[in-house]
C-alpha cells in the first residue's frame, strides 16, 4: 500500500494519467521532499518491476487508478519502499495471496531446496507451480539463480 500511496501522490498532484520522469522525480524529491533525486528515481524503478508504473512514449503511466487510492494526509512513504523485493519474495508473496500458509509454504520451498539441490528462488517457482500459483513473470529471474546469468 505504501509504494502504490507514493507513487499515486505525483499523478493526483499534477491532476494527469502520464508524468515524464522528471517531473515525477521532482514531485516525490523537491516538491514533497520525501527523497533525494536518487532514491526517487528508484521508486520508479521498483515501481515499474512491480507493475505500478509503465512507460509509454517516454512517459510514465499509472497501471491503477491514482485517485482510487487512499493518501491520507499526512502519509510520508517509509524508506523500504526502496527495496525491490527478491524473486522468491515475490513467489511467496503468490502462494500466500493464494491462501497457502506462509510458514507452510516457507517449510515446502526449503524442503525443495535440499531434496533438489536448488537456489531458494528456483525452489520457490517450483512449490508455486506445484501448487497452482501461476509465476511465470517470475521465474526467469529464478533461472538466473540457477544458471548464473
Do not use: C, H
Not at 499534477?14 to 528515481?41: H, M, N, T, Y
Not at 537456489?119 to 513473470?137: F, K, N
Amino acid at each position: 500500500m505504501s509504494l502504490e500511496a507514493t507513487v499515486a501522490v505525483p499523478f493526483r498532484q499534477e491532476g494527469r494519467e502520464r508524468l515524464g520522469d522528471g517531473e515525477f522525480v521532482v514531485a516525490l524529491s523537491l516538491d514533497r521532499d520525501w527523497f533525494s533525486p536518487d532514491q526517487a528515481k528508484r521508486v520508479v524503478d521498483v515501481a515499474l518491476g512491480r507493475g505500478l508504473l509503465a512507460r509509454d512514449e517516454g512517459e510514465l503511466v499509472a497501471q491503477f487508478d491514482p485517485e482510487a487510492v487512499d493518501v491520507p494526509e499526512e502519509f510520508v512513504p517509509d524508506a523500504s519502499i526502496l527495496r525491490e523485493q527478491s524473486a522468491f519474495e515475490k513467489v511467496l508473496d503468490r502462494v500466500t495471496d493464494a491462501g497457502v500458509e506462509k510458514q507452510a509454504a516457507v517449510a515446502g520451498i526449503n524442503e525443495l531446496q535440499r531434496e533438489l539441490g536448488l537456489t531458494i528462488e528456483a525452489a520457490a517457482v517450483v512449490y508455486a507451480r506445484r501448487e497452482g500459483v501461476d509465476v511465470a513473470d517470475v521465474a526467469p529471474a529464478a533461472r538466473r539463480s540457477v544458471v548464473g546469468e
